[in-house]
C-alpha cells in the first residue's frame, strides 16, 4: 500500500503496522513485514507528504486503550465479510474473537501481543482509513501505524474538523483519542523536526546488526557440522539446541526456531554472508567472521562454559563492542523510563519519542539480556504496560531468562488488581512453560487456574494454562498428583460444559496421564477438532506433539534464504 497514490490496499488500509508480507517476497517466512522497517516507512511518508504542503498543519493522533475497546461482534462482522463466506470459518472467527475479559465490559476488547492482534486492528480501523482516503474532501493524506495516526493537512484551518470529524468516526467504532497523546502542529518545520530520521536509533540498529550477525554467520567447521545435519531433523535440532546453551553462556538468549532461522538465512549463501560482512564494515571497520563458533561435544555445564571462555579470548574485539552496546541500549532504556515518570502530560511529541526508545532498546535487549533492567520492567509492567507493544514476548523472555521470583511477582500483581487485565495474566501463566526449571510453586499456579471453574479465572488464562501444562506435563511427571487429575475431570464434567478449545485441551491432558480415563467422556462428534483430540488422547501419547520445536516442513518450505541444492547465482 502507498498512501501517496491514491489507493488503499486492500486488508492493509492505511495502516503500515502488521503489513501481511508480500507474497512476491521470497526471501522471508514471516507473516508480517518487519516492524522497524515499516514503522520507517510511516515517517518517512507522512514527511514526504509534509514537505510538499508546507503551508498546512498536521494532526497527530493516537487512540486510546484501543485493544481494550474493540466491540468483539463489530470485529466479528467485519472479519467474516472480509475474509470468508463459510460458516465454518466464521464460527472459528467467534470462537476466537468471543472472550470475557475481566476489566473490560462485556462484548469488548481482544486480547492484545498474538499473532493475529495487528491483523484484527487493521480490519477494525479500516472504516476510518477509507473516511480519510484518496477521496477526502479536505485532500489531506492519511498514515496510520495501529492506533497512531498522522494526517497530514494542506489548509491550517481544516484541522478543527478534521479533529471532529476522526472523533466521531471513531465513536461509531467505541473507541476515543487519547488526549495526552495528540496534538496540533501548525508548523510544518516543527512536525518534521519531531520525524527527522532519528540517528540514536539508526545507529543503535546498525551496530546491532553488524555485531549479532556474524553469529548466524558462523565459522566454517560449524557451517560443516550444521550442513552435514541439514536433511536430519535430530540431528540439526540437537545442533541447534546445543549452540543456543553456548551463546546463553555468553548472557545471549534467543529461541531455538529464531536461532534456526537465523542460521539457515546464511548457512548455504557464501555471497550473502560475504556481502553482508562488507556492509557492516561501514559500521564497525573491523567486523569480521567470528572464530571458534564451533560447539563442544557434550552439554555439560563445565564444557559449555569452557566454550565460552575460549570464544570470548578469540573474539576480544567482538566482546568489547557487544558490551559497549548493551550498556548503551541499557541507559537508553533507564533514561528514557525515567524521563517519561516525570514528563508533563501535554508534551505528546516528547512522549512518543521516549515511548519508541522504550521499545526500540527492550525488542534488542530482549536478546542481549534483561538482567540489568529486570526490576525497571517488572515497574513498566505494573504501571504502565501499554507502553510495551508486545508484553506476551517481553513476559516470555523475562521467564526463559530465569527471573522466576520477578514473574511470580507480576502475576500475584496482576491477580490481585480489583480491576485486573485479564490478557496480562493469561499471558504470564503462558509464560511460566518457559521457565528453565519449573518449581511447585509455578506448577500449582498453573493447574489451579487450568482447572479453576470459578468465575474470578477468565477463558484466556484457563486456555494459556492448559496450554502450559500440555507443554510441560511429559517434562514435569513427578509433580503429578491424583487430585490434579481428578481436577481435570471435574472441569470437563462442570456445567456449563467449557468451551470445545478449553474441552480440546482438558482430553489431550487426561490423555497425558490417565489415557483411560479419556473414554469416560463423550464429545460432539460434528466437532472435527475435538474427535481429533480425543483420539490423540486415547493413544495415551499427546505430549509427542512437543518433541521438536517445529515441523520439518517449515525448515525445507518457508525458510528465508536458500536451501542445499539452490543456486547462488542472483541469490537474495
Known sequence: MNSTDGHLDRGRGSSYAYRLTRQDRKDTEYLYEYYFETYSSYINEAKASAIKYHDGAVLRGDIESFYTRIFQDNLCDL??????????????IRLLLFKELNDHEVGRGITQGSIGSGFYANIYLETVDERFGASNEWGLKFYRYVDDMIF???NPDDIDDVEKVLIEELGKLGLNLNPKKTAKIYNITDFLEEVQRDQILDQLHDRYNAITDPLWMLDSSHRNLLESAYMNDERWWHNIERYQKCLRSLDLYISTTDLSRKIFKYLFNQKRREREL?????????????????????DEITKISAWGVNFLAVNSEWN????????DLIELFLSSWQLLKCLNEDNPIEYRRLERYIRFSLTKLSFLGLREIISTIEEVLKGSFWIIRNPLNVLENIASQGFTKELNELFDHFQNLDKSVEYLKAITIRAMRFLPSVEAKEWETIVGCATSIDDSVGLAERLMATEAWLYLGHKYDDFKQSQHIEAVKAALRSEPAPPSRLEKNYLLILGQFEPNAVQEFSVNVNDPMLVSARDLALQGNSSEIFDLPELKVLRETYYSGQGPTDSEEGSP
Open 320 to 327: 568489547e563492542d557487544i558490551n559497549t552496546l548493551r550498556s
Open 278 to 298: 562488507k556492509k557492516y564494515k561501514q559500521v564497525i571497520e573491523h567486523v569480521t567472521e567470528l572464530g571458534a563458533t564451533y560447539p563442544p561435544i557434550s
Open 79 to 92: 472479519l467474516s465479510r472480509e475474509l470468508t463466506t463459510s460458516d465454518r470459518i466464521r464460527w472459528l
Open 152 to 154: 497530514i493537512i494542506p
